[in-house]
């Protein structure tokens, strides 16, 4: 195993601890979009750039955008129904 | 439950678990250690039986093409399954919250819309550098299908609404879903016309390296792209109408 892959495997640890530690969902979204970005870094070092690729878009892009924008929804809905009581 | 209880039952289930797991690690081959032999067969014929630089795409689209049709039509299904949901929702009891004369822009950050306007270009050419070279270089249609859907999210990062002002892509991504996972499944028929098996290598495979080479591999690529990028689009939009919707009586 070289240095690189030790520091990425290290990082990916730390950031996959952050995610869990993050309460707040919105935060986490982003968060989980460091942690994703990341992974790819770890992949790219352990010589899969395919998997690193989809991780890259996949992982650090569209996951956390359907997170923010579920959680848009939900909160709305919230609303609407404190609203109606 | 008692307390006590509780904690000697996760006591054993965590001590099992560890027990297992260890177990399972000492029987793992040590690191950088491949003996995968369906690997290197692989490895080893992706460039002279497809003529494809790109092992990874060979076996996705090639030797294991079928596994890539059912998997986008995982991806169209799903999509589906959102836009259905979604839809049936607002007509039930949503109307738009915002008349279209007073809509505000997505951003409010000057820096943040330049920047992602300035993107937009760069992030298409990628994903469609990363599409048509599926075969040659690591990418292919997935991966350059959801940097294509980026390049269009960022123009509504930009300001400007996916289904609204002059660029009206939400239709078109729906095409471009539909002929996506359409295509795929015609190439795959014409393999089976020509060649005589579903999904069979029926284009001469043409020159190792060159763009226009392993046969079907590079149209396979761009349906894919097209299918991924559609997909993610659809639903992508779909979820940002929500935003702009809220329900009867409250607007």
């Known amino acids: ?9 290290i990082v990916v640890a730390l950031a996959g601890t952050a995610v869990v530690v993050t309460r707040d969902p919105a935060r986490q979204a982003l968060v989980a979009s460091v ?10 070092a352990f010589q899969a750039p395919d998997v690193a690729l989809s991780q890259i878009v996949v992982g650090a892009v569209a996951l956390p955008a359907m997170i923010m924008l579920a959680l848009r929804k939900i909160i ?4 609407v129904n404190r609203g109606e009581r | 439950m008692s307390q006590r209880l509780r904690l000697l039952l996760f006591g054993a289930g965590a001590l099992g678990l560890a027990v297992v797991l260890a177990w399972g690690f000492a029987g793992l081959p040590s690191f950088g250690d491949f003996d995968g032999r369906y690997g290197k067969v692989l490895a080893h014929s992706a460039v002279p039986q497809i003529k494809a630089t790109s092992a990874v795409g060979a076996t996705t689209l090639d030797y294991r093409g079928f596994d890539t049709l059912v998997e986008e039509f995982i991806l169209f299904t799903a999509a589906v399954g959102v836009v259905v949901l979604l839809r049936v929702q607002r ?16 951003a409010r950050s000057g820096s ?20 048509v070279h599926g075969h040659l270089t690591p990418g292919g249609g997935f991966q350059g299908g959801v940097i294509l859907m980026t390049a269009l999210f960022l123009i509504y990062l930009g300001g400007a609404h996916m289904n609204l002002g002059r ?3 939400l239709g078109a991504m729906e095409a471009s879903e539909g ?19 579903y999904l069979e290598n029926f284009i001469a495979p043409g020159a190792v390296g060159s763009l226009v080479s392993a046969g079907d591999l ?11 990028m559609g997909a993610l689009l659809v639903v992508l939009g779909e979820f940002l109408d929500q935003r702009l919707l809220m329900r009867k009586g409250q607007a």
């Open chain 2, 167 to 169: 660029l009206r892509p």
């Open chain 2, 112 to 131: 943040l819309r330049s920047v992602a306007t300035a993107l937009v270009g760069p992030v298409l050419l990628l994903g469609i550098d990363i599409v």
């Open chain 1, 1 to 9: 195993m070289t240095a690189v892959q030790a520091v990425t495997l």
């Open chain 2, 91 to 106: 007509a039930e009891d949503e109307v738009p919250a915002e008349p279209e004369a007073v809509r505000r822009p997505t």
């Open chain 1, 76 to 79: 709305r809905r919230e609303e």
């Open chain 2, 179 to 197: 002929v996506g996972a359409a295509g795929f499944a015609v190439i795959g028929l014409g393999g089976m016309v020509i060649a005589g098996a």
């Open chain 2, 218 to 228: 590079p149209l396979l690529n761009i349906a894919v792209g097209l299918e991924v």
């Open chain 1, 35 to 44: 942690f994703g970005l990341s992974l790819a870094v770890l992949f790219l």
